[in-house]
């Protein structure tokens, strides 16, 4: 399947891929745009995250599963 970006800027890393955004919630709810933006070249993990207005680059990547609340 051909990646076509849909718009998307090209990763810098791989120039396979593309960086698309990810959201999420804040502590107190509210949701936060474009937290952080990922590769979509799985073998890339090229990665950017805002937490508390630092920017981190290539941190590890988690799978969702680990993290999941009991």
Known sequence: MEDVGLGFPPCQ?????HLVPLS???SQG???L???WVCT???CGYN???RNGDVYIDEPIMEGEANRRR
């Open 34 to 36: 474009y937290k952080a």
């Open 13 to 17: 890393r791989c120039d396979t891929g």
């Open 41 to 43: 070249n799985a073998h």
């Open 30 to 32: 509210a949701s936060i």
């Open 24 to 26: 999420d919630f804040g």
């Open 48 to 50: 950017l995250k805002i």
